[in-house]
């Protein structure tokens, strides 16, 4: 969906940098979240936000923060990146104003490689 | 915990087979289901959802799906397949508590040959 963007598109990083990935959409939308997608384990959540001053932990959010920066914008920081951080990335959104559909809205993903 | 399964990682079929990729759904209550499909190198869109109404839901590019309350299930069908098709398909369904994100399965491989 291009009115949800990600930057990097594609990152390699070194073990013990820190990294952001970057979120940004023009859908209006208040929820936002980013996954992590992995081979034979689909999507993980790893941190979502009902809006800017509600920030939630998902499954797997250890090793991983986050800042919702504007309703429009939730980036996803590895303080210390690791190998087996290694994956693909999605920023998603919804709208929990409109009926309350649930659907999601994602980005094209950013694929992190930390060697 | 609300949760889906799919049973198979991946499904090959011939064009213009109908094809079916399958989905069965945990949850406590009524179930809010939903489709996507990822294509390479792309994000994951919207297919279709099932939330009340018709167990046969209508989604995008000629797929349906048919939710079965009694089998828990609620399968992904198309009645005849293209080569486009080809994809990674992800059922998930809406959790309960306070913010009822979604859950999604594990995904299923379709491949679909000329």
């Known amino acids: 969906d291009a009115d949800v963007t990600q930057t990097p598109r594609n990152r390699i990083t070194k073990t013990g940098k820190r990294i952001m990935l970057e979120c940004s959409q023009t859908k209006g939308h208040d929820r936002m979240y980013w996954y992590r997608q992995d081979p034979g384990l689909g999507l993980r959540l790893i941190y979502y936000?009902?809006?800017?001053?509600?920030?939630n932990k998902g499954e797997i959010s250890d090793g991983y923060s986050v800042s919702r920066q504007a309703q429009a914008k939730f980036s996803l920081s590895l303080e210390s990146a690791i190998p087996n951080q290694t994956a693909l990335y999605f920023c998603a959104t919804s709208d929990s104003r409109q009926g309350m559909t649930y659907e999601q809205y994602f980005g094209p993903g950013t694929r992190l490689t930390v060697t | 915990a609300q949760s889906v399964a799919q049973p198979e990682d991946q499904v090959n079929v011939a064009e213009g087979n109908p094809l079916t990729v399958k989905c069965t759904y945990s949850?406590?209550?009524?179930?809010?289901l939903f489709w996507y499909v990822q294509y390479p190198n792309r994000g994951l869109q919207f297919l279709l959802k099932y939330i009340t109404g018709d167990n046969l839901v209508k989604g995008s590019y000629g797929f349906e799906a048919e939710f079965n309350k009694s089998q828990t299930s609620f399968h992904l069908k198309k009645p005849s397949a293209l080569v486009s098709d080809s994809a990674l398909y992800f059922c998930a369904v809406r959790d309960m508590t306070r913010f009822q994100k979604l859950v999604f399965g594990t995904g299923t491989r379709l491949l679909v040959s000329p």
């Open positions: 949850v406590s209550g009524n179930p809010y």
């Open positions: 936000s009902f809006d800017v001053k509600d920030i």
